[in-house]
């Protein structure tokens, strides 16, 4: 019984390891920091989600994107104003067409990028947000809600404001924010370009030099 107890526990210690190594875990870790990141999922979805530019055809499901939408709209904002407004583009006519006028103002940048598709990172989804006058701060909270909760479900983002500046700025895509119908006085700060991810980028170094600790 004894070496039967022993065996078992072997495969336990083995088994617990391995899914700390399976889960990302660096080299120099220890096993109890590794384990500690690994089995906290919210700590998990933060410290894997990167800014995906590269995705799967595949559009996300409806009932995904809806998951992603309540959480993002379940984030703190000041007394509770949730000073935006949420458009979830799924039609990807409406992608095309906007495209198409992206793709007739910038010829150039089509012709030196062979893996262009769209001009939202090739995404197959889009998630825009609206705010109007001084809910940006909100929206922020907003927008990273969702970026987490789609990184939990093996989704990946990037959020956008090159194609924001586009769309205002060239007439031939009006008809895009016409279509997106924000209410009068708010105004479209960014869009989640969401999707399967088509890669795995390593994480960029951040700067712990910048947190200080006031004791």
Known sequence: MKKILFILTAMAVVFSLSQCNSNGGDKGDTNSECCQTTENQVIKAIMERRSIRKYKDTPVEHEKLATIVKCGINAPSGINKQPWEIRVVESQELINQVNEVYKKANPDIIEKDPSFKNMFRNAPNLICVATAQGGNLDCGLLGENMMLAAQSMGLGTCCLGGPVRFIK???????????????????????????????????????????????
């Open 169 to 215: 700025d060239n007439a031939d895509a009006k008809f895009f924010l016409d279509k997106l119908g924000f209410s009068e006085g708010y105004d479209l700060i960014y869009i989640l370009a969401i999707g399967y991810p088509d890669e795995s980028p390593d994480a960029k170094p951040r700067d712990e030099s910048k947190v200080k600790y006031i004791k």
